[in-house]
């Protein structure tokens, strides 16, 4: 096995770091991707390799993916840069990924190149293998995450979204940036609603890379860091808004993203898929439900998955059992530990009672930026010199950008598509490195557990 990341930089304002080295490789012309949700953190960015006689052009993501891609691609045969950078959420740097692809083969079609597709013609099997390699018009590949959470910076997988809400999901060598930024300069002052999604997201990679049957003792040495940092410091760090536990929030959650590279997405991630495409729901937000379940299954009927989740628990100083002992009761406690993360962080409980869980967050300021937070950012860096208007934030999330989606979930529909969620949960490849073998029913029964809210209990 292989494990490949991108040169990581991480602490505050390292990016003039950055730019010293891409001087040094001659890049000369920069496209620099972002979101209108955090645009104004493009200043610092474009000053800076302005300041050094690169030139810069600026794509705002407004559209579908679709749309994007088009529009992007367009930009970058007129412009011809040699570096891009996407400044943003895994959204953001999953687009920017992509780009990078089409803009060194033109002929490539995505759909035909999705993870679990079956290779039917030579054509399609050379295509695919040349997302194992690198082209030579983009030198440098940069990856700058606003929140904490997708690990995209750090991996060499990318999701995209149709017009009709369906994942097509890619992966090789070629969408793995050269270049990953962690500096956590660019995620201080978003919302709690957030940071919270985002942050458990990043609890969820961190778990799945754990027990996952692609794990090896790298993957685990970093797996298990990322789990100490995030169940120690992530509700702290949301709670008091603290830049320093935010900073080692921002690295856990790039850990994890390195973990879950190193194995693959696991049988939780599946069910979140699953949900989201149906539902439009942000993946945190349904990771916070599915995490719970998807650890009690695998426990449930795997001796080393129990083993892996106790050495978490040890690892955090918390074991009642000696090392020499084979007892599981430290399971418990890690499931106590996830509730209390889950409920002081206003998680729901159950995918159909996200209505009034939005109700709560709303009650709560928690879709609010972080005003004081953004001030004290920018007196340090200059990173947010312009305020964000809070309705940015949230038109960035599937959530609210259609008005409908809340009212959407409905027991009626989840029937409905229930069938369809199960075909897409097998068909997606990320099942395979779960420490379980999937059948059907489990995937059913699964789904109807987090869509009620009922856990199965632990049986050993």
């Not at 001087?23 to 493009?42: F, G, P, Q, Y």
């Not at 709560?360 to 340090?380: I, T």
Request: overall charge neutral; glycine content about 4%.
């Amino acid at each position: 096995m292989v494990i490949l990341t991108p040169n990581i930089y991480y602490n505050m304002d390292c990016f003039p770091e950055v730019v010293s080295d891409l001087v040094e490789c001659d890049i000369n012309r920069v496209l620099l991707m972002t979101n209108i949700a955090v645009k104004s953190k493009t200043k610092h960015v474009l000053s800076t390799l302005v300041a050094s006689d690169i030139k810069v052009e600026i794509l705002v993501i407004r559209e579908s993916d679709a749309n994007v891609l088009t529009t992007a691609l367009s930009q970058m045969k007129a412009f011809c840069p040699d570096c891009i950078i996407g400044l943003g959420g895994g959204h953001c740097m999953d687009i920017i990924k992509v780009l990078r692809v089409l803009y060194e083969d033109p002929g490539t079609i995505l759909r035909s190149l999705a993870v679990g597709t079956t290779i039917n013609n030579k054509n399609i099997a050379w295509k695919k293998a040349q997302l194992h390699r690198k082209g030579t018009l983009i030198k440098k590949l940069i990856c700058i995450p606003t929140t904490c959470g997708s690990g995209s910076e750090a991996t060499s997988t990318a999701i995209l979204r149709n017009d009709e809400g369906r994942h097509v999901i890619v992966s090789g060598i070629a969408f793995l940036p050269d270049i990953s930024i962690v500096d956590c300069s660019y995620i201080v002052g978003i919302p709690k609603f957030i940071a919270s999604i985002t942050g458990i997201r990043a609890l969820l990679h961190c778990l799945e890379a754990h027990i996952s049957a692609m794990a090896s003792d790298y993957s685990r040495s970093m797996s298990i860091q990322a789990a100490k940092i995030l169940f120690t410091k992530l509700v702290p760090s949301i709670k008091s808004q603290s830049i320093p536990l935010l900073n080692d929030i921002h690295k856990a959650a790039s850990i994890a993203g390195l973990a879950i590279g190193a194995t693959d997405f696991g049988l939780g991630t599946v069910l979140t898929r699953s949900f989201s495409e149906i539902f439009g729901l942000p993946h945190g937000l349904i990771d916070g439900i599915v995490i719970k379940h998807v650890l009690i299954f695998n426990a449930n009927r795997d001796l080393q998955t129990r083993r892996y989740l106790c050495h978490i628990i040890k690892c955090l100083g918390l074991s009642n059992t000696r090392d020499d002992e084979d007892s599981y009761s430290d399971i418990f406690i890690l499931l106590d530990l996830l509730d209390n993360i889950l409920k002081n962080l206003l998680f729901p409980y159950s995918a159909k009672s996200i209505p009034q869980s939005i109700l709560e967050y709303s009650k709560y300021g928690w879709f609010e930026s972080n005003k004081e937070q953004n001030r004290e950012s920018s007196c340090k860096s200059c990173l947010n010199e312009a305020i964000v208007p809070e309705e940015h934030f949230l038109r960035d999330i599937p959530l609210f950008a259609k008005s409908s989606i809340v009212s959407n979930i409905e027991e009626s529909i989840f029937r409905k598509n229930l069938d369809r969620m199960v075909q897409r949960a097998l068909n997606d490849a990320a099942i395979l490195t779960n420490p379980v073998t999937i059948q059907q029913s489990d995937i059913i029964e699964l789904l109807e557990n987090i869509w009620e809210g009922k856990c199965e209990d632990l049986q050993f």
